[in-house]
């Protein structure tokens, strides 16, 4: 189980490096977007340690972050935005304790904010016994912003992880029509394929990814793993039997 706890905050850095770099959720564009999912606005001087905990975060300053969100909550403690990042600050530090307080709290103050009930449904998913809570966690962000990008990925994952192949695909496909190729949107099909026995299109989908991103190590022992699969060698082997080199014909046996 803690391998399996481990794999999981791995996929989970990984996903959440690429949103943080190019979904609009992160550092560099939260301010202006994740406001207006807050009904309380922070003061001058939260906002400040707010936007200096997102940069300590993109710079994997955990700890520092951390600091920075508490400050803010401290001085805007009726914002639910404050306690989200404040939330994503532990998370990133594998404080799953605390990371839940925060996104809960978020949600106390305002029922209705969905970046917090993506991050807890994220957060739910790392446990298999809580995978029910992460997906209704996650239906409901998707009620107040059905485009959001990070929670049909998220979504997808958890599905995934429930072994609903169709539901996790129509996820990822949907998420593939907004924002394009990524390496680790194909490494999750990949993986929901394998998870089914679509050993072949899996391992497509895993090759995929390392053309996108030829370091992603998961996606290399992924693909290393269906390419020195015995049944496929077995296959192979059969194949090259059936078809030798030399068609070898029947002797005719001399006219009389």
């Not at 026995?197 to 269906?226: C, I, M, S, T, W």
């Not at 390419?227 to 029947?250: F, I, L």
């Amino acid at each position: 189980m803690i391998v399996k706890q481990k794999a999981c905050w791995g996929i989970w850095f990984l996903a959440l490096t690429l949103i943080l770099a190019g979904w609009g959720c992160g550092p560099s564009s939260a301010p202006s977007k994740t406001e207006k999912a807050s009904k309380v606005s922070l003061s001058p001087q939260a906002k400040e340690h707010l936007h200096q905990g997102q940069k300590l975060l993109a710079e994997k300053k955990f700890a520092e972050a951390v600091k920075e969100f508490q400050e803010a909550t401290r001085l805007s403690p009726d914002s639910a935005l404050a306690y989200y990042w404040l939330g994503r600050g532990y998370f990133y530090r594998q404080d799953k304790e605390q990371a839940e307080k925060a996104f809960q709290q978020a949600l106390q103050l305002d029922p209705k904010h969905y970046l917090s009930m993506i991050s807890l449904g994220r957060l739910y998913s790392l446990d298999l016994k809580k995978l029910d809570q992460a997906e209704k966690l996650l239906l409901q962000a998707l009620d107040e912003s059905p485009d959001n990008l990070e929670g049909r990925f998220v979504l997808g994952v958890v599905y995934g992880l429930k072994r609903n192949k169709q539901k996790a695909l129509n996820e990822f496909n949907f998420t593939f029509a907004k924002e394009g190729e990524l390496a680790l949107y194909h490494f999750e099909i990949g993986r929901i394929l394998e998870s089914t026995g679509d050993k072949k299109p899996a391992l497509a989908h895993y090759r995929r990814a390392l053309v996108l991103n030829p370091k992603l190590a998961v996606a290399q022992e992924a693909a290393k793993r269906l390419e020195a699969d015995p049944g496929k060698k077995a296959a192979s082997k059969a194949q090259s039997v059936r078809k030798p080199g030399k068609t070898q014909r029947p002797e005719k046996k001399p006219a009389s």
